[in-house]
């Protein structure tokens, strides 16, 4: 079955970079494009990043462009999310999310999350 | 930025009842719309993906319709294990945006 693990999250102080990863088994990751997802504490869902499924392409939400970088490596079935400059409200849950389809970004399965806490 | 509008915010409805939530883009989307279910502590999951199609294992009481601009989730004969949070999503354009939730309560 898909699973998705998301590790790497903790408490940083603003400023510092984290690296979160997301370890996919279950299906041939290298066919699908993937999701990082966001969400603060107590609020909705903010869309962070995407990749497709050879990596040629990368979308981000303005509110992380030029700070965050979404890349994978096929070998090893993972996912990751480089954060640079992290704020406070940069502080959430963030999941791994796997695309629908090649024709659809919709997300059809999810990670569990990890959690950052941006914090001095 | 497309922005997804979703009414009510809230809803309390008991064990039987028919729910809809609507979702509304600030400009056409074609079908590229998404509704997805979050318990509390837990992640989303995907009920309805290009607007009406059901996902694999979702109950049939779920469905989705509309198309351009207006959408509607309606989960008919409301089940406990329905409550929580329900949000759309829209894959038309990027940056990809999330409605704000609607917060489904059981009577």
């Known amino acids: 079955q898909v699973q998705l693990v998301e590790s790497g999250g903790g408490v940083v102080q603003p400023g510092r970079s984290l690296r979160l990863s997301c370890a996919a088994s279950?299906?041939?990751?290298?066919?699908?494009?993937m999701h990082w997802v966001r969400q603060a504490p107590g609020k909705g869902l903010e869309w962070v990043a995407l990749?497709?499924?050879?990596?040629?392409?990368?979308n981000y939400a303005d509110s992380v462009k030029g700070r965050f970088t979404i890349s994978r490596d096929d070998s090893k079935s993972t996912l990751y999310l480089q954060m640079n400059s992290l704020r406070a409200e940069d502080t959430a849950v963030y999941y791994c999310?796997?695309?629908?389809?090649?024709?659809?970004?919709?997300?059809?399965?999810w990670g569990q999350g990890t959690l950052v806490t941006v914090s001095s | 930025d497309m922005q997804m509008t979703q009414s009510p915010p809230s809803v309390s409805a008991s064990v039987g009842d028919r729910v809809i939530i609507t979702c509304r883009a600030s400009?056409?989307?074609?079908?590229?719309l998404a509704w997805y279910h979050q318990k509390p502590g837990q992640a989303p999951k995907l009920l309805i993906y290009?607007?009406?199609r059901l996902q694999t294992g979702v109950p049939s009481r779920f469905s989705g319709s509309g198309s351009g601009t207006d959408f509607t989730l309606t989960i008919t004969s409301l089940q406990p294990e329905d409550l929580g949070t329900y949000y759309c999503?829209?894959?038309?354009?990027?940056?990809?945006?999330f409605g704000q939730g609607t917060r489904l309560e059981i009577k």
């Open positions: 999310a796997r695309c629908t389809s090649y024709y659809d970004s919709s997300v059809d399965y």
């Open positions: 279950g299906f041939t990751f290298s066919s699908y494009a």
């Open positions: 990749i497709w499924h050879d990596g040629s392409n990368k």
């Open positions: 400009r056409p989307i074609y079908t590229w």
């Open positions: 290009s607007a009406s």
């Open positions: 999503q829209q894959s038309n354009s990027f940056p990809i945006t």
